[in-house]
């Protein structure tokens, strides 16, 4: 785990997760601002870390992206080939922002014309492959297998975070699995369900308290522990990982504890940064 906060410069990097195959660090979930600087402490190598997963585009979750690739850029002789997955676009009405697909994103980073377009060819020649994944809630949704190396598979649906498009990633290799639920309110989580069903690790975003304990807006958001320890229990899931945790969270973590455990019954676990979690 390499950020386990959220967008409050609170000590915690933002949203970033390194996923290890077999020993070696070969995904990465989400860059949030920070990461960069946890990567080094791990002592972790992104020497094969070909493949990247965004949960969605908000900077607590992907603004480190510029630092991570170059960080690869100079340690590496050979070319470089990035795979970015993450959400399409949205235009946005009234009081909703736009926000750009994902392959526009890495265009206006990386892109010929982008801001940080050196980088393709700086110290090791770099191709960055986006991929687009439909972020629209659908009742007849299923997940979708977006990757696959061998037995190492990823698989997407949509999620949902109020207007920011998003995006819910499983990965699964050697019998264990790993879901992401990304930051995600309550229309996101019968997508959530069908694609956690039976994982070994569920990564769950936590930052608001039952109500009326947060901000009746962060409920358009974020999920309350209650849901939480709901969604974990239907999903069997093997262990529950509570990241992208809120100061708020952090002073009650009795009370989101007691929440969960009136349905889940599994282990809970408090992510921190630099914390390697084993699903
Ligand atoms: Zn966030």
């Known amino acids: 785990m390499l950020g386990s906060g959220g967008p409050g410069a609170t000590g915690r990097a933002g949203s970033?997760?390194?996923?290890?195959?077999?020993?070696?660090?070969?995904?990465?979930?989400?860059?949030?601002?920070?990461?960069?600087?946890r990567l080094g402490e791990a002592k972790l190598s992104l020497a094969k870390v070909d493949v990247v997963l965004l949960t969605h585009l908000h900077?607590?979750?992907?603004?480190?992206?510029?630092?991570?690739?170059?960080?690869?850029?100079?340690?590496?002789?050979?070319?470089?080939?990035?795979?970015?997955?993450?959400?399409?676009?949205?235009?946005g009405s009234g009081d909703?922002?736009?926000?750009?697909?994902?392959?526009?994103?890495?265009?206006?980073?990386?892109?010929?014309?982008g801001a940080f377009g050196y980088l393709r060819d700086f110290s090791a020649p770099m191709t960055i492959q986006p991929t687009d994944i439909?972020?629209?809630?659908?009742?007849?949704?299923?997940?979708?297998?977006?990757?696959?190396?061998?037995?190492?598979?990823v698989s997407a649906i949509a999620g949902h975070h109020r207007d920011a498009p998003a995006v819910i990633y499983r990965i699964d290799h050697a019998g264990k699995s790993i879901t992401f639920s990304g930051d995600i309110d309550a229309e996101g989580l019968p997508d959530l369900r069908r694609i956690s069903?039976?994982?070994?690790?569920?990564?769950?975003?936590?930052?608001?308290?039952?109500?009326?304990?947060?901000?009746?807006?962060?409920?358009?958001?974020?999920?309350?522990?209650?849901?939480?320890?709901?969604?974990?229990?239907?999903?069997?899931?093997?262990?529950?990982?509570?990241?992208?945790?809120?100061?708020?969270?952090d002073k009650s973590q009795e009370a989101v504890l007691a929440s969960i455990a009136r349905r889940y019954k599994g282990s809970v676990v408090f992510a921190a940064d630099g914390l390697n979690v084993a699903p």
């Open 16 to 37: 970033s997760y390194i996923v290890l195959v077999d020993g070696t660090p070969r995904i990465l979930v989400d860059a949030g601002p920070g990461s960069f600087a």
């Open 59 to 91: 900077i607590d979750h992907a603004g480190e992206l510029p630092g991570l690739f170059k960080a690869r850029a100079v340690s590496s002789n050979g070319p470089i080939r990035f795979q970015v997955f993450g959400p399409d676009g949205r235009k």
């Open 96 to 113: 909703d922002a736009s926000f750009p697909s994902t392959s526009r994103f890495v265009d206006l980073l990386f892109g010929p014309e």
């Open 134 to 153: 439909p972020a629209t809630v659908r009742t007849d949704a299923t997940p979708a297998k977006v990757y696959a190396d061998g037995d190492l598979v």
């Open 197 to 249: 069903r039976g994982t070994s690790l569920l990564v769950f975003n936590s930052v608001v308290l039952d109500p009326p304990g947060s901000p009746t807006i962060l409920y358009t958001l974020h999920t309350p522990p209650k849901a939480i320890g709901e969604v974990a229990e239907e999903a069997h899931a093997g262990k529950l990982l509570l990241s992208h945790l809120s100061p708020v969270i």
